[in-house]
């Protein structure tokens, strides 16, 4: 069955055409994240859902949003896509903050910018 | 900031060990993840150790941990061509901050 489910799995947009990607989970985890990943690079954590508290890395673009409304969805929103916003998007789930608790991944959407 | 760091290609030979290495700066992580990643697909947690361990092991996978010289290793015993992925390590804090990727090792496995 699965788990954290990702949709699209492949996503295009144009220069600057507002995008959103999605990301469901069958988990009931109260943490939720979104990592980017570029060609042949680390993924890199955008930000992640405690339950309702929205936590944003210092370094995430303000280009980059995200909602939460409720414990099953959370959205990844790129309001102006750049070309260097291409990437595969990872969303991922955890059942709490703590370290010892597994983050389970979603297989991703891949995002072209024309 | 915190850095990992990982070499970034390694290729063995189908039945020998794997061994990947990584080091990380920051003295402060809790918990150390290898992380593997088939082509076009997300991560899967392979295992992870505690800060206060030295050794973990798992069925085939071995993990070592030097805290003094922050340096962690995967050790895959009998590879397994199934085994190719890029395999990444990852260090985090004790609540979910500083989650913090390495660069990735791809494990090319040859016949």
């Known amino acids: 069955d699965a788990m954290v489910i990702q949709n699209p799995r492949y996503q295009v947009t144009q220069f600057g055409k507002p995008v959103t990607l999605s990301c469901s989970q069958t988990?009931?985890?109260?943490?939720m994240y979104w990592y980017q990943q570029k060609s042949s690079q680390a993924p890199k954590l955008l930000f992640h859902y405690y339950d309702k508290d929205f936590n944003n890395e210092a370094d995430t673009p303000d280009n980059f949003q995200s909602r939460r409304p409720n414990t099953s969805f959370c959205f990844l929103d790129i309001r102006s896509p750049g070309l260097g916003d291409a990437a595969m998007y990872l969303c991922?789930?955890?059942?709490?903050?703590?370290?010892?608790?597994?983050?389970?991944f979603g297989p991703g959407t891949r995002l072209t910018v024309l | 900031g915190e850095d990992v760091e990982q070499s970034l290609f390694l290729s063995v030979r189908e039945g020998d060990s794997s061994v990947i290495n990584c080091t990380y700066t920051?003295?402060?992580?809790?918990?150390l993840y290898w992380y593997k990643q088939e082509p076009g697909a997300g991560l899967q947690l392979l295992t992870y150790i505690f800060s206060n361990m030295d050794m973990k092991q798992d069925q085939r996978l071995t993990v070592l941990l030097n805290k003094k010289d922050k340096h962690l290793s995967l050790r895959i015993a009998d590879t397994q061509t199934g085994d190719s992925a890029i395999y990444f390590c990852?260090?985090?804090?004790?609540?979910?901050?500083?989650?913090?990727f390495g660069p990735g090792t791809r494990l090319s496995v040859l016949p």
């Open positions: 988990l009931n985890h109260n943490v």
């Open positions: 990852a260090e985090r804090g004790n609540y979910g901050q500083n989650f913090v």
């Open positions: 991922a789930t955890s059942r709490d903050r703590e370290g010892s608790n597994e983050q389970f």
């Open positions: 920051d003295s402060s992580s809790t918990y």
